[in-house]
């Protein structure tokens, strides 16, 4: 093979360890920039902090610690609620812990849906929460797509300081990191926003303007088109 690409530094240095190739072009994910039109965006008017959470049901995309932030959150008054969007082989367990900890009415469990309905959806919520925790001895998440489309909906994201999420994210500039495993962190920044949305407008901005500067389809095309020339 003449030419490898990788989407991130982590992905990269995984194929070199394997294969001792140190020629590999990192070429991040690109997505399509959403241009909703505003009149089909369901403006809700309440206090309520909505979070979403998009992905597969398994262990080690942690969406049993963003349960645990939201119960935390609960406990302290917050008006908060959770959609899952996914499903998975941790469904059932998860669907246990809801209801350990009383929150049937505050997590719903919305299902495999389609990319064009998961990203008109996401722009009715607030936050997005990505809990990866490692897996194996060095696995962590290289370069979720998720995390580009929440960015992109101008939702605050909250991520693990793991992977490649740590490189599209730069905490408290253009969305929040935070150590993995840790729902108190979690559960900390939802609260902050509860209080204050206004003071995070900033940071969904700049959200924004990421992807379409560095992780549009474009940009990656362009990336593409210079590997195609070097072969």
């Keep these: 093979i003449k030419q490898l690409v990788a989407v991130s530094p982590q992905t990269a240095q995984y194929v070199t360890d394997i294969s001792g190739r140190k020629d590999i072009q990192i070429i991040p994910n690109g997505i399509i920039p959403i241009k909703p039109n505003l009149r089909e965006c369901e403006v809700i008017k309440d206090n309520m902090v909505r979070c979403v959470f998009v992905g597969s049901l398994i262990s080690y995309k942690g969406v049993h610690i963003a349960i645990e932030a939201i119960s935390k959150a609960v406990s302290q ?13 941790e469904r059932k367990k998860l669907i246990s812990q ?107 901005k700049k959200a924004k303007e990421t992807i379409e500067q560095n992780y549009s389809a474009t940009a990656m095309a362009g990336k593409y088109l210079d590997v195609y020339k070097l072969v």
């Design 77 to 89: 008054g917050i008006e908060v609620g959770l959609d899952i969007i996914g499903d998975g082989p």
């Design 98 to 204: 809801v209801r350990e900890k009383g929150l049937i009415n505050k997590v719903n469990f919305l299902g495999v849906l389609s990319q064009q309905e998961v990203r008109k959806k996401l722009l009715s919520y607030d936050i997005s929460l990505i809990p990866s925790i490692p897996y194996g001895e060095k696995g962590e998440e290289s370069f979720p797509y998720a995390c580009l489309e929440s960015m992109d909906a101008g939702l605050l994201t909250i991520a693990s300081r793991v992977g490649g999420l740590s490189k599209i994210i730069t905490d408290n500039y253009n969305g929040c990191l935070v150590e993995h495993s840790n729902s108190d962190a979690i559960s900390s920044i939802i609260s902050s926003y509860y209080i204050s949305k206004n003071e995070y407008d900033q940071i969904k």
